[in-house]
């Protein structure tokens, strides 16, 4: 079955404690990216990534990292979370041949920094 | 890409046809016109997508008024489980990079 697979799904954690959200794909899909989901706000992109070791950022990027060291994952790393950066994530990815530019999405994860 | 403007909230009663618009009148000729749903805070999932003709699928239909300034989100007969957030997103397929979701229309299906 066709599917991003973000993990984990709901986390809670402490301000300044490197966590990690995962993100996977089995579609071969070039490009992916990361979003933010806030109330009132809408999504808002973090970074993207067009290919393997491509990556650039979004709209919001500050207090983020990613990686694409393979294609099918992009990790989300927030060095030193801080309480603004609870918020719902989604991970999506798309092909860049072919299609219609259909973008698929993970099933988000909820983070709570304290 | 274009951006677009789509009321706040909609309500619509179960079995009924449920029309959603969206304006896009900064939109260019080689842009098409998405449409995507979230239902409740799961991940967004695509519906429909068109150019200039009506498109239809099993979901929905999407209907593009000739000047291709605005459009509408059809969901035939609503149902309780049609209760989500509907996004219309406009852009160049398979090229850059944005989607502007925005933050959308949510319709609520009234029993």
């Known amino acids: 079955e066709a599917q991003v697979t973000q993990n984990p799904r709901y986390l809670i954690t402490v301000t300044g404690k490197k966590l990690t959200v995962t993100c996977s794909q089995n579609?071969?899909?070039?490009?992916m990216s990361w979003y933010r989901q806030d109330p009132g706000l809408g999504l808002r992109q973090i970074y993207y990534?067009?290919?393997?070791?491509?990556?650039d950022k979004g709209d919001v990027p500050e207090g983020y990292k990613v990686s694409r060291k393979e294609k099918r994952n992009f990790p989300l790393i927030l060095e030193s979370p801080s309480p603004n950066q609870t918020s719902l994530y989604f991970c999506?990815?798309?092909?860049?041949?072919?299609?219609?530019?259909?973008?698929?999405f993970g099933e988000g994860s909820r983070l709570t920094v304290l | 890409d274009a951006k677009t403007t789509q009321p706040t909230s909609m309500d619509c009663a179960e079995g009924r046809a449920a029309n959603l618009p969206c304006n896009h009148s900064?939109?260019?000729?080689?842009?098409?016109v998405y449409w995507y749903r979230q239902i409740h805070s799961q991940g967004p999932q695509y519906i429909i997508h068109g150019l200039k003709n009506n498109e239809t699928n099993e979901m929905a239909s999407l209907i593009i008024t000739e000047d291709r300034k605005s459009s509408t989100l059809i969901l035939p007969h609503a149902t309780l489980r049609d209760t989500a957030v509907y996004y219309c997103i406009v852009r160049l397929a398979n090229t850059g990079n944005q989607f502007y979701f925005g933050t959308g229309t949510s319709l609520t299906v009234i029993p």
């Open positions: 990534s067009m290919n393997v070791e491509v990556t």
């Open positions: 579609m071969n899909h070039e490009y």
């Open positions: 999506a990815s798309r092909t860049r041949t072919g299609g219609f530019g259909e973008l698929f």
């Open positions: 900064t939109i260019s000729g080689n842009e098409y």
